[in-house]
């Protein structure tokens, strides 16, 4: 079965762009405007194997989501998609397994390493 992906992002042209993209590539794909929406998501059983993550959100912060997504779904990985140019992670976010390989900026010019990258992180078994 194809991994499933949700994207969080709160531009709906983004969103729905990556969707596009990733659903071509034969994943599965659900979005979230929020972090509180993809938390209710996942709290009311959307299994997810990769969070594509935008940092800036209305609400919480994408940082506060992927702690709080970790804490409910710890087997969950995660690829930060931002239009900040000199995000480097924390150390919250390091020690959930975010790395400065998981950093996509905004917007991303090559598809397929953002795909190599879902795949990487969740491969076929």
Same mark, same amino acid.
Request: glycine share 6%; aromatic share 2%; with cysteine.
């Given at each position: $079965?194809? *991994?499933? =992906? /949700?994207?969080?992002?709160?531009?709906?042209?983004?969103?729905?762009?990556?969707?596009?993209?990733? #659903?071509?590539?034969?994943? !599965?794909?659900? =979005?979230?405007?929020?972090?509180?929406?993809?938390?209710?998501?996942?709290e009311?059983?959307? =299994?997810v194997? =990769?969070?594509?993550?935008?940092?800036?959100?209305p609400? $919480?912060?994408? @940082?506060?989501?992927? /702690?709080?997504?970790? !804490?409910?779904?710890?087997?969950?990985?995660?690829?930060?998609h931002?239009?900040? @140019?000199?995000?480097? *992670?924390? *150390? #919250?976010? @390091?020690?959930?397994?975010?790395?400065?390989?998981h950093?996509f900026?905004?917007?991303?010019?090559? $598809?397929? !390493? +953002?795909?190599q990258?879902v !795949?990487? +992180?969740?491969?076929?078994?």
């Open positions: $079965m194809a *991994p499933t =992906v /949700l994207i969080v992002d709160d531009e709906a042209p983004i969103c729905d762009n990556l969707a596009a993209y990733l #659903e071509d590539e034969n994943l !599965r794909v659900q =979005v979230a405007h929020s972090g509180e929406e993809a938390l209710r998501l996942v009311a059983g959307l =299994v194997q =990769v969070c594509i993550l935008d940092l800036r959100l609400g $919480m912060n994408g @940082t506060q989501a992927a /702690l709080a997504l970790h !804490r409910i779904a710890p087997g969950m990985h995660f690829l930060i931002t239009g900040s @140019t000199d995000f480097t *992670p924390s *150390p #919250e976010l @390091t020690g959930i397994g975010i790395t400065p390989a950093l900026n905004k917007p991303v010019t090559d $598809m397929s !390493r +953002l795909v990258a !795949r990487l +992180l969740c491969p076929a078994p």
